[in-house]
């Protein structure tokens, strides 16, 4: 049986799964099994009622053994005859089939926000793949619609650790339906500055730390490869930060002369070991090392973001993104731009 969206249209939330399983192949509608019933406690949670959501799939008939990945090749091996191009993929015409519905209802639904669960629903919204990757994140479709990918709810009774998580998601899709999308910070980051660039922005945060004697917030990072620090970078506000380089190429190369780089460093130096200076990291005592190993001094360490959080809810993750899709307003998988900037798709 084909299985039949449900809900108001339009709607303010639209959810979309990946496709039907037993229990929604015998109803005909979406997300009325086991994880049905643990999705609607969920979305409870988060402020928003089951009822008041256009609820679809992308795919309407039941793959075998409920794994949507039987429709969808996943080696060109997998490709046969009856597969069909849809986005980067090669998939069965049933997936296809149901692609075009769900771009039919998106139109007819006008959704101020969609929900998107799991990886394929992620997939034929944005072409990204990896919900475990992107959750949380505010994404659009390519008609400008806010997306908010998250677990699958069959996924969370596989892995209960996740609903928690699924839960703040679904609050921060709540939010927008709202209020509207979270607007893109103002930022003002300096990147490949020059010399005279770095020394006047660091003498300027020297200035900075002397005017304010009750602590100067620095928020630092750095980045490191084969036991090297490739570049170093320091935020003053929620909008201005500076990236400084100090390796390149894959043979490590300095990237400024030995005199320049000297010059750099003791300004860092006198920086981050001001009596003023509140330094703030994630996972400083990597930080602390390297600089220490390579530099020689220890930044004045004020709060560290994966040690403060782990004290609160030690059984959940600790990575800077995690905690990022936690705690930020605006929140967008940036390792994932990254991979998708330097990883042009290949022709097929």
Partial sequence: MTCRPTGPCPARVMIVGEAPGAEEERLGVPFVGASGMELNRMLSEAGLNRSDCFVTNLCRVRPPGNDITAFIAQTKKDVTPAHVPLLDKRVLPCVLDGYDLLLKEIELCKPKVIIALGNYALWALTGRSGVKHWRGSQLFTDGGIPLIPTYHPAAILRNWSWRTIAVHDLRRAASIAANGPVPE?????????????????????????????????????????????????????????????????????????????????????????????????????????????????????????????????????????????????????????????????KDD
């Avoid at 190993?293 to 040690?307: A, G, K, V």
């Fill in 185 to 345: 910070p103002e930022r003002r980051f300096i990147i490949r500055p020059t010399f005279d660039r770095v020394i006047e922005v660091l003498g300027n945060l020297l200035v900075l730390c002397e005017q304010n004697p009750n602590g100067f917030i620095l928020s630092l990072d750095i980045e490191t490869a084969g036991g090297h620090i490739i570049c170093l970078g320091i935020g003053w506000s929620r909008a201005d930060a500076i990236c400084i380089p100090f390796s390149t190429g894959a043979g490590m190369i300095h990237y400024w002369p030995a005199h320049e780089e000297a010059q750099i460093v003791w300004l860092l130096y006198r920086l981050l070991t001001h009596p003023n200076a509140r330094v703030i990291w994630q996972n400083g005592l990597f930080d602390a090392q390297y600089i220490f190993r390579h530099w020689h001094f220890l930044p004045r360490h004020h709060f560290d973001s994966m040690i403060g959080h782990h004290s609160c809810f030690s059984t959940t993750p600790k990575s800077l993104d995690y905690l990022a899709s936690l705690y930020n307003e605006h929140y967008v998988q940036w390792k994932g731009i990254a991979r998708e900037l330097n990883s042009p798709k």
